[in-house]
């Protein structure tokens, strides 16, 4: 692998690209620490090192942004309204038959779900920004900071209304910076700045481990997490690689006095079809019952038992809960994500079948139960991924600075897999060994 790093560098343009997204990533993680105006940066930093803790969505959203969440910088939103919004519209694409339409057009089609992806997310992250934004105002971003009131000294309208903007501005920049990188950088450049961020936090999570534990100065904590990390990278490494492959073949066609046809190629259905989105789905919809007792402020029954059960990660009913919300939502994205009819009809188009099983509809129900056989496994393994940090707030009390799980292993492992694969591609088009011999 080293050797294959050392001839991408050597070869004039591959180098380029790698240095110009080098560059890009760094630019990111610079507007990640620029406070937008009108935020008390020192109250910021009170409740920052403080024992206050921010979870659930802001979590969430504070992971996709590289801490820039919780510090209100310009680039405080990352990525998050375009990651909402690319699924938005992927979703429509099922039910809106103009979405469809466009998408079956080719390049074009997609130049145009693309622009509308851009619009939608200047507009969610108009409404995310203003919502963090008030949140902040009123002292609920930081719970239990005494100087959490005092973030935004000045809450009038003109200075609401320059601090969103600002932020949605940020998140714009974001969008140019992920369409660089994609055209003239190494490609998946929305991948790579999700990475960027994630990556960035991991080595002060594992020094804040190390400083809070108790065995050996905290280097046997250290240890065990740099041990248990392993495990699981190999773990997500082996099943984002595994799949299952359907073996299709292509009737001979004689045009003319030409033959087409007559080839074997293969149906790739991943174990893992649907990637991360259910861990993201599963934690945005469990921290609706939390928000909704934080607006409310109700002392009902209802909300006393929502706050006993979902507000902590380590209560068994909020685990078991989000353990089955992956596990549902990982068949729902697969369902909408995988069409076996329109994959069957597009074979009996081009003349392919698979051995064994007529063409039609005999192949879409095959395809189906294939699909729903591998898809429990994988869903199976994103619930039992995700519940790792939870397990080490049990085991270790470290579940805000453990980075070895959840949603974070599965982007990095995943993003740096698939760029390995498009370097690897580059590499083998100029005749050089790739990364895997």
Not at 121 to 143: D, K, N
Not at 327 to 355: H, L, R, T, W
Request: contains cysteine; proline residues 4%; glycine residues 10%.
């Amino acid at each position: 692998m080293l050797s294959a790093f050392a001839r991408a560098f050597k070869t004039p343009d591959l180098r380029k690209k790698l240095l110009f997204t080098l560059g890009i990533m760094v630019l990111f993680r610079l507007g990640a620490h620029i406070p937008i105006p009108g935020v008390s940066f020192t109250a910021v930093n009170q409740c920052l090192s403080g024992p206050a803790k921010t979870s659930g969505l802001f979590g969430l959203v504070n992971l996709f942004s590289g801490n820039a969440l919780l510090q209100l910088t310009i680039f405080a939103l990352g990525i998050m309204p375009y990651i909402t919004a690319s699924i938005i519209l992927q979703l429509l694409t099922v039910v809106i038959p103009r979405l469809e339409a466009l998408k079956k057009e080719g390049q074009a089609g997609t130049a145009r779900i693309t622009q509308y992806t851009r619009y939608l997310t200047i507009a969610l992250a108009v409404l995310q920004g203003t919502g963090i934004v008030a949140t902040a105002s009123s002292g609920a971003l930081f719970s239990g900071c005494a100087q959490a009131n005092q973030i935004v000294p000045d809450t009038s309208v003109f200075r609401i209304a320059v601090m969103v903007i600002t932020m949605t501005a940020g998140t714009s920049v974001i969008m140019w910076l992920g369409e660089l990188i994609t055209d003239r950088g190494i490609g998946n450049g929305m991948s790579i700045l999700i990475f960027t961020s994630i990556a960035a936090g991991f080595p002060g999570s594992m020094w804040a481990i190390k400083k809070s534990g108790t065995i050996g100065g905290g280097w046997v904590e250290f240890l065990s997490v740099i041990a248990v990390g392993v495990i699981v990278v190999m773990l997500v490494i082996f099943v984002e690689q595994a799949q299952r492959r359907i073996p299709v073949q292509y009737a001979k066609r004689m045009i003319g006095r030409r033959a087409f046809g007559g080839t074997s190629t293969y149906i790739p259905l991943k174990v893992n079809q649907a990637g991360v989105i259910p861990v993201i789905f599963a934690s945005s919809l469990l921290y609706i019952p939390a928000l909704l007792v934080q607006l409310t402020n109700s002392q009902a029954g209802w909300a006393t038992w929502i706050r006993t059960n979902f507000v902590k990660g380590d209560h068994p009913i909020y685990m078991a809960t989000y353990f089955l919300l992956i596990v549902f939502f990982a068949f729902f994205y697969v369902a909408i994500s995988f069409n076996p009819e329109e994959v069957a009809d597009n074979m009996k188009k081009y003349g392919g079948f698979i051995p064994g099983i007529r063409a039609g509809r005999p192949t879409a129900e095959y395809l189906n139960y294939v699909l729903t056989r591998i898809t429990w496994p994988g869903s199976l393994y994103l619930g039992l991924i995700a519940l790792i940090p939870m397990i080490a707030l049990v085991a270790f009390g470290q579940q805000t600075n453990f980075p070895f799980g959840g949603t974070s292993v599965l982007i990095v492992v995943g993003v740096g897999l698939e760029t390995v694969k498009q370097i690897e591609s580059q590499l083998q088009q100029r005749n050089y060994e790739g990364f895997l011999r």
